[in-house]
């Protein structure tokens, strides 16, 4: 049964002001030809990479009901900017790394997104 979950990415939710992202493979050359070794990738502090999904934004409370014991199955959350697709720049030390199906994705707080390049735009 968990092996039909995990059949595709397409079935992954990601969860409140969270996104999905694969990340982008750095540079190995400088513009000058020198090969640059694979420690200078883990010290990079700031890492890019392609959306993939993002979770539903901000939960914020619902002021709606009249008595809060009641409780309410409407949970109400503030978007996001990220969209899927976007080029990502992102504090590399607030990913999470995951591993599915010989893939690295990261799993990056809206937070920490620095800045989104999109290839148009949209309203």
């Known amino acids: 049964m968990i092996q039909e979950y995990l ?3 397409e079935k992954f939710v990601v969860v409140g002001d969270r996104v999905l992202i694969k990340p982008r493979d750095m540079e190995t050359h400088t513009r000058s030809g020198l090969v640059l070794p694979a ?3 883990e010290k990079e502090e700031i890492q890019s990479g ?3 999904k993002t979770g539903p934004g901000y939960p914020i409370p619902n002021t709606d009901i009249e008595e809060t014991w009641k409780g309410s ?4 959350y503030i978007g996001m900017q990220a969209i899927e697709g976007d080029l990502a720049i992102f504090l590399k030390k607030q990913a999470y790394e995951i591993e599915f ?6 799993i990056v ?4 997104i620095l800045l989104l390049i999109r290839d148009e735009q949209t309203t």
């Open 7 to 9: 059949n595709s990415i």
């Open 39 to 41: 420690s200078v990738k």
């Open 50 to 52: 392609y959306i993939v």
């Open 73 to 76: 199955t409407d949970t109400k």
């Open 101 to 106: 199906e010989n893939e690295k994705y990261l």
């Open 109 to 112: 707080p809206h937070a920490a």
